[in-house]
């Protein structure tokens, strides 16, 4: 069966970097992109972009870019995401998802938990 | 951006009908699709393409519209399916609306 796990929850002081993890399996991972979206209280559900993860070609929301660093791991069948200069307004749920088409997400992982806090 | 606007809260009672609509700031097509998330959890996939059901998805659940005004109705609700659901659009880039609560009556 498809699942996608993704790795604990993190928490980072403000100008910080992190690094979250979401590996694939039940499914031919190059045979599908991974998208990440963004979950918070006050904003809701927000689009951050996705991985081609056969060719590792991205592509960003206007809004993430600079923050967000979409890379994939072939061999491991993993995806990840990098938050870069860490601000409090980037605390949040991140979730890895699997897009259909580009247009919906059929499976998404638990989620990432993100704190920055000084 | 498009913007989908939702009511953030609805009411019912188990056996009756839930009808959550979305509102688009301009016209996506059928390109709508509606997820379920419930509480501590990631969001489920219920409908897609405006209509389609998603695999494994009960067919009490359905979906409605095109243009900017899409339905979700749930008939009838039952108690495992108080959640928050939320609309998103695939026509330009990917927006979610701000979910709708579906609450007991």
């Known amino acids: 069966q498809v699942q996608l796990q993704q790795s604990g929850a993190e928490l980072a002081k403000p100008g910080s970097s992190v690094k979250i993890s979401c590996k694939a399996s039940g499914y031919t991972f190059t045979s599908y992109d991974i998208s990440w979206i963004k979950q918070t209280t006050g904003q809701g559900l927000e689009y951050i972009g996705y991985?081609?993860?056969?060719?590792?070609?991205?592509y960003y929301n206007e809004k993430f870019k600079g923050k967000a660093t979409l890379t994939v791991d072939k061999s491991s069948s993993t995806a990840f995401m990098q938050l870069s200069s860490l601000t409090p307004e980037d605390t949040a749920v991140y979730y890895c998802?699997?897009?259909?088409?580009?247009?919906?997400?059929?499976?998404w992982g638990p989620g990432t938990m993100v704190t920055v806090s000084s | 951006d498009i913007v989908l606007t939702q009511s953030p809260a609805l009411a019912v009672s188990l056996g009756q009908r839930a009808t959550i609509s979305c509102r688009a700031s301009?016209?996506?097509?059928?390109?709508m699709h509606w997820y379920q998330q419930k509480s501590g959890q990631q969001p489920k996939l219920l409908i897609y393409g405006a209509s389609n059901l998603a695999s494994g998805v009960p067919a009490r659940f359905s979906g409605s519209g095109s243009g900017t005004d899409f339905t979700f109705t749930i008939d009838p609700v039952e108690a495992d399916d108080i959640a928050t659901y939320y609309c998103q659009q695939s026509r330009n880039d990917r927006t979610f609306g701000g979910g709708t609560k579906l609450e007991l009556k």
């Open positions: 998802a699997r897009p259909i088409l580009g247009r919906y997400f059929d499976f």
């Open positions: 991985i081609n993860t056969g060719s590792g070609g991205t």
């Open positions: 301009e016209s996506v097509r059928s390109s």
